[in-house]
């Protein structure tokens, strides 16, 4: 039964208020309702007052006057009063036990009319002043004897003033209470998980900066306490990552990660040289640069290079070739410059497919020829947020391999944006804004600070129309498809597709690597006796799949799994409520540019899928009702018959400019007891024709009443 709504003084109707602590004027005396115990009992008693006197009762409840009119008729008044009177006290029963931090994050749930599947949270970790860090970053494990393990991290506010370390935490009672164990580090943006050779932590070395590697430590004994001194296990490349998960099926260990070609160390950024000249006449396939800047303009030229090799190149990103051109009317060689979109790119017979770019007519014009012995590069400079060219990735190693050695992993082909640069039908399609702000604008055109200012009085649409601009994507998590209906064992990876309108954005990238069930994880128990370390897997291919949506893509990482009980896919994310922006004024919310469906992190919700690709609601984990408190970045596991999550949050209001929407004061941890109930019967039945499912059938639950 939906609870009792009220009529506030301002006219505005809300659910039962909490009368933890209010006052009821009646008659001049004051009646004090303090006790989670007697809050039922009182307010039957004040309205059955009010009912035989018929005057007006007024409750004050943190400020905002609600008030009643007695009834003449004192049976119909006193039903009330024992409706309203049932209706406190069992959401008074809800929140038994839990704490004041808790019952705040919650939103008032209870008292709104709508409780969240999971139970209420339990802080793991939780800030009660101002400190120079947020934290962020939670991943959970269970040990070989049953115990929870969980992993974040201090991040500082103002980037490079520390060194992060990873604090570790422990539970022996299943999550009702956490234990202070090892630290680790440095590291950035750590994971924990366990393989059949151990439970390990992976992360990177710093955060955006140049040659920025992924690193790992194994823990060393059983408590936590001590681990390895992380070591690299790649070499010369940046990465950038999160703590979406990392995948232990069918033999393999997967972590997805992008990679930022251009911050990496010199001698590994992607290069090629010229195996043949290459001409193209700009002049006469490209207009004048005012005309260039209207819609509907001429198509560009196309060309095919010869190159040495293709090795670190990807599909879609940003390429320019540097050497000596002869340009328009010149007669003699001058140093050249053009940039180019990779469309294409043979690898059998060493050639890129490449288009140039619109802007390049603003500083070159004429006949363009490039002698063999040209370089090729990477485009875009070290431009972070620009996201030009980010590279989606998966690493792997074989489960029950020396994960600490660097040998064991392998890397897969890097896959580029396809949205990396300007695509006119693409940000119609999508009413999604392409960065062309003069920071891309620079990091594209690095060192080449002339350039730039020339660029400097053309509008945004001028000059995304001329190429510019950028829909980055990031922090891939990965999924093997394993489910009867239809999963053909390959891993997808579902990446954020950041953005200010559509919040439920996302990329995905299919990645085959032809592993087997042969070795597949443990799964939590005993890590098993090694014996002979396997060798290295076959590098992965990966290859863009398609834009897609799912909830909260454009506003946090998903965690993803598959449960092979029930042979489907559980996902937990952000649910944007107000992708319109009507946001109070005066919030002192986070707001990132050009990200602004990162505004709102307030609500975490759980979903399903047969494919993992649509998602079916399944409950609201957690929720607030103000937008600068928030539950995101989560990652959860399977433990028997419940879910476990933990998630960064933001569930106290001191320091406001520094606790807000994206910077956290807590770790939590939430438990979806028996979540496979959650998932709708009928669906099953339907995608189903086993029945998997049967026995732990629930229907779907209703948004307007509680669970």
Known sequence: MQPRSFRDSTGATSANPDLKSQEASFFGRIICCRTRSVAGTASVVCFILMALTGVSLVFEVYGVTRSYTGSPFFIGALGRAIRLGANLTSANRTSVGSSEAA??????????????VAEPLVPIERLVQPESYYLASPTIAKLADGRLMVVYEQQPTKWGSFEPMKDVKVSADGGSSWDRKGRIGPMQWPTVFQTRSGVYVMGVERTFSKDNNLIIS???????????????????????????????????????????????????????????????????????????????????????????????????ELVKCVGKARGHGAASEAPGLLYFRVMAIDEAQHRLTLQPQAFNVVFADGRRHFPRGSALRIGSGSMIYGGVDWQSLVIQARDGADLTDPSSWVLSNPVGNPASLHIAPLAELLDAYFRADRSVRSSILEDQEELVKRLDGLRDDELQRAGFGSLYWMEGTPVRLRDRRGGDGSLQVLLRVNNDVQCGLGALVSVVDNATDGGASSGGGAAAAVGALPPPPAPARGTFLRYTFAPGMASAHPSVLFDEVTDIYWYVNNINRDSLRNWRAGSGLHVTPHSLCEVDRSTLGLFFSGNAVDWMFAGIVDYSLAFHRHFTYPHMIVDGEDLLITSRATIDDFAPKLYNNHNSNSIVFHRVRNFRRLANLEWVKYMDPEHTLEQHRRPMPSLNHPH
Request: glycine share 12%; net charge positive; charged share 20%.
């Open 103 to 116: 019952d705040a994050a919650r939103g008032t749930a209870a008292a709104h009319g709508y409780r969240p």
């Open 218 to 316: 194994k823990m060393l004994d059983g408590d936590g306490m001590q681990w390895s001194k992380p070591v690299r296990i790649t070499e010369g490349i940046s990465v950038v990552t999160a703590n979406g998960g990392i995948d232990v099926s069918a033999g393999r260990v997967t972590k997805a990660i992008e990679v930022v070609p251009s911050l990496g160390r010199d001698d590994r950024q992607p290069e090629t040289r010229l195996t043949r000249d290459l001409a193209l006449n700009l002049s006469s396939r490209m207009q004048p640069r005012l005309r260039l800047m209207q819609p509907g303009g001429p198509s560009l030229p196309v060309v095919v290079a010869s190159v040495e090799h293709t090795g670190g190149f990807a599909v879609g």
